[in-house]
């Protein structure tokens, strides 16, 4: 099947084609249409169908925008103000008539003749919705949504200084790979000292946070948070029961591999002792990977490097150029992380991250390409709803990426012994991160499970989950102050709550896309688009099985997958 990277704004037919979202007072005569309007057939069903769609696909992208214009610009007030003027003047309005519009839809008669393979899932999605739906948690939720915003205000305004020079965390970051190991402590304790500095802003915000989201599960009638968001994320193909399950394989089949890489490690630097300021170094007498200089060369050499791996996939990130949706590098007064946002009416989505030139924004940056490429292959699917695919899928497609296109990074490496050491990179980052993804996501479990804890509650448990998973081959002691807190650099914590798991999970249905891969590339990469167009249409394990993966996260499965994995450095 031939896929096209000109994308094309959807078509109003419905809405004006002029129309801004600006005000609650424009909008609402759509939402009052759509809920009136009666249907005499299942073709009127479909037609309103396609109208909703369009009504939220111009709401959803709105919103988008403000969005990314915010974290683009931390220091623009009013661009707060416009995305806090959205969350807290019209989604709250908008709920209401989303349910309204949901009951409309199950209640109708003409609803059963709808294809059932095609509107399965989105149809068990609205039934979900119509269930946690409270009158009550409209305000809080409009509450949250503008202070989990706080995170990246706090965390934007963070800096040191370096030799006199000024660097975000981010952009400072890259003295953890210099030789001189004095300056890469020196500079790994001024960014733990600069977090330190706003440790009890953080906490506060996060005991909020907890508090409200606390109360919107009480008032959905849940035991706890966990077990509303378990609901609300529409995790209808695994248990907590399987996170605890991924949590302990984690331990017996991941730690001893990443004690292994850190013991090279320290071995590599001739060091007694490895500490947590040179994990990103390298030996004396090897420079630190400098894939790229700035934003432009970066994208220019990973338009270069998808081309090799299918046109297609180059297509897609030329025509975000073109439309002016990308904003790579890292500066003061812009918010932390990387994310691609995908753009409802327009199609093609928004990459945003803070790439400093470092191996790491490489990864970031086919990661983030790989979303775009999920957002470009479901564009196509007919209403908005049907591109509401889970996490689960949406991570394979990014963290793939990762994998595949490791074969064409001659793009950013002419060197072939450079190229070799970016591959172990990204094969040792592969490993290292199930830990953390399992310390972040056991942690969120107590966290809801025990709503009332104290700070000093909180941070003791930290600790415990924390050590439960770190590797002995890293010496910590004397930081106890810094790992105490550590937790407060993940912003998934704050902004997104439970959505961690996801990159586990993901993690190994990309290792198994991998695998493919290396047996026949082509195949792997025809699975990989074929599941990535249906979008949401399909549960999650149908997902996987057009993928050609498995939907499995036992500890035999990610024994296995780990061996692939250690196979596959040791060729290296």
């Not at 801004?20 to 073709?43: G, I, Q």
């Not at 709920?95 to 199950?106: C, M, S, V």
């Not at 305000?139 to 200084?161: D, H, N, R």
């Not at 490791?406 to 050491?421: G, I, Q, S, V």
Request: aromatic share 12%.
């Amino acid at each position: 099947m031939e896929h096209s990277a000109d994308i094309k704004k959807l078509e109003r037919h419905y809405l004006p084609g002029d129309f801004k979202v600006t005000t609650w007072e424009a909008l609402e005569p759509y939402f009052k249409e759509l809920t009136e309007r009666a249907f005499n057939s299942k073709s009127d069903l479909e037609q309103w169908l396609k109208d909703v769609s369009e009504v939220e696909a111009a709401v959803s992208e709105d919103a988008c925008w403000r969005q990314i214009k915010m974290t683009c610009d931390t220091t623009d007030k009013s661009l707060e103000e416009a995305f806090t003027y959205f969350c807290m003047e019209i989604q709250p309005k908008l709920q209401p008539y989303a349910d309204l519009l949901n009951r409309k839809l199950i209640d109708s008669a003409f609803t059963k003749e709808l294809d059932e393979h095609l509107y399965f899932t989105y149809l068990r999605n609205v039934k979900k919705n119509i269930e946690l739906f409270r009158e009550q948690n409209i305000p809080i939720q409009a509450e949250l949504s503008v202070m989990q915003q706080q995170y990246g205000a706090i965390a934007g305004k963070m800096t040191v200084e370096v030799a006199g020079q000024e660097y975000t965390l981010q952009q400072a970051a890259k003295f953890l790979e210099s030789h001189d190991r004095g300056l890469r402590e020196e500079v790994y304790r001024k960014i733990q000292e600069r977090r330190l500095q706003d440790k009890d802003a953080m906490n506060e915000l996060y005991s909020q946070l907890i508090d409200r989201r606390n109360e919107v599960a009480k008032n959905a009638g849940f035991k706890n948070y966990r077990d509303y968001k378990f609901e609300e994320l529409g995790r209808f193909d695994y248990t907590k029961e399987d996170c605890f399950q991924f949590h302990e394989a984690v331990k017996l089949h991941v730690l001893p591999l990443v004690q292994k890489i850190y013991e090279r490690k320290k071995e590599k630097l001739g060091l007694d002792t490895l500490r947590p300021w040179d994990t990103e170094a390298e030996a004396e007498g090897i420079k630190p990977l400098h894939p790229f200089h700035t934003g432009k060369e970066l994208l220019e050499k990973t338009v270069q490097c998808f081309s090799e791996l299918n046109p297609f996939f180059a297509a897609c990130l030329q025509k975000m150029q073109h439309l002016g949706h990308l904003d790579l590098e890292s500066r003061k007064g812009k918010a932390p992380g990387g994310y691609n946002c995908p753009l409802a009416e327009s199609g093609a989505p928004f990459i945003f991250m803070n790439a400093a030139g470092q191996m790491g924004d490489v990864t970031t940056m086919v990661h983030e390409g790989g979303h775009a490429i999920h957002s470009f292959l479901a564009h196509p699917l007919a209403l908005s709803a049907f591109k509401e695919y889970p996490m689960e899928i949406a991570e394979v497609a990014s963290m793939s990426m990762e994998l595949f296109t490791m074969n064409h990074w001659e793009a950013f490496f002419d060197d072939a012994e450079e190229l070799k050491r970016a591959k172990e990179h990204q094969l040792e980052r592969v490993i290292t991160i199930f830990p953390w993804i399992a310390t972040i996501d056991k942690f969120q479990h107590w966290v809801y499970e025990n709503p009332s804890h104290t700070v000093v509650e909180r941070t003791a448990k930290w600790q415990e989950i924390l050590n439960e998973f770190s590797t002995t081959a890293i010496d910590f002691s004397g930081l106890e102050k810094y790992r105490e807190y550590s937790w407060q650099r993940q912003l998934h914590l704050f902004e997104v709550p439970f959505y961690y798991i996801e990159y586990g999970i993901a993690q190994l249905g990309a290792i198994g896309m991998w695998m493919q891969y290396k047996k026949d590339p082509e195949q792997a990469l025809n699975n990989y688009m074929n599941a990535l167009s249906l979008g949401g249409t399909k549960t999650l394990p149908e997902l996987y099985d057009a993928a050609g993966l498995k939907f499995d996260f036992s500890p035999s499965h990610i024994k296995s997958l780990m061996e692939f994995v250690k196979e596959e450095m040791e060729k290296l």
